[in-house]
């Protein structure tokens, strides 16, 4: 009789959790790794408030899998009546500038546009083509520039480069400008350039030389 009641109360006490699900009404609840939610994303959960929590979850869990800017998410629930939202959102790394007009796109490290801008701290590229919308996809020769202008700012912080007649141009101090290929290795291109630029400035001979030129085999000094 016992084993009989505590089988029953355990079934029970499941059959509450599952059923409980579309009785609570939920307080959505949404952080990612900045802080709060981005702004258009919260407006994408403000309409689950109120919800079940079987109906808020399968809601918001299509919402964000079709969402560009998460890369990741989860759900968890808190007593009595709170649904935590963890975010792990895109970061944009460059800003890219239309030549034209002045006006900014950022993108992530994948390429993605993920906003537009008036302005940006972000290393920053000018092209001399329309940019993309949000949500697209910059071009293969744009997303290599991208990962050498990242990697230019890195070495030398260097924010301002632009892609002119199919190449990466990036002045560094001492008045040298370097000219990238828009394809190829982006490891070994910055790696010959450090190389290159290192020497220079220890030889004392950055007054000697203008550009630095990798889009061959062998750099090109002028």
């Known amino acids: 009789?016992?084993?009989?009641?505590?089988?029953?109360?355990?079934?029970?006490?499941?059959?509450?959790?599952?059923?409980s699900q579309f009785f609570i009404k939920v307080r959505i609840d949404c952080k990612s790794q900045y802080g709060d939610c981005p702004e258009?994303?919260?407006?994408?959960?403000?309409?689950?408030?109120?919800?079940?929590?079987?109906?808020?979850?399968?809601?918001i869990k299509k919402a964000l899998s079709s969402d560009f800017l998460i890369s990741d998410h989860s759900l968890q629930y808190k007593i009595p009546n709170i649904l935590r939202v963890e975010l792990l959102v895109k970061k944009a790394v460059v800003a890219f500038r239309d030549g034209k007009t002045g006006s900014f796109v950022l993108?992530?490290?994948?390429?993605?546009?993920?906003s537009r801008a008036q302005d940006?701290?972000?290393?920053?590229?000018?092209?001399?083509?329309?940019?993309?919308?949000?949500g697209q996809n910059i071009s293969q020769a744009n997303l290599f520039a991208l990962n050498l202008a990242v990697g230019t700012y890195q070495m030398y912080q260097i924010r301002e480069s632009i892609v002119r007649d199919g190449s990466l141009l990036v002045e560094l101090p001492g008045q040298i400008r370097v000219i990238f290929p828009l394809e190829g290795d982006s490891e070994i291109l910055l790696g010959s350039l450090r190389l290159i630029y290192s020497k220079?400035?220890?030889?004392?001979?950055?007054?000697?030389?203008?550009?630095?030129?990798?889009?061959?085999?062998?750099p090109v000094l002028r």
């Open 200 to 218: 220079l400035r220890e030889d004392g001979n950055l007054a000697g030389y203008s550009q630095i030129d990798l889009r061959y085999g062998n």
């Open 40 to 59: 258009q994303i919260s407006v994408k959960l403000n309409p689950f408030n109120g919800k079940s929590l079987f109906s808020a979850k399968r809601g």
């Open 107 to 114: 993108a992530d490290k994948e390429g993605i546009v993920l």
């Open 1 to 19: 009789m016992k084993k009989i009641l505590i089988v029953a109360a355990i079934v029970l006490s499941f059959a509450a959790l599952v059923f």
């Open 120 to 134: 940006s701290a972000l290393p920053v590229i000018t092209l001399e083509e329309d940019l993309p919308g949000v």
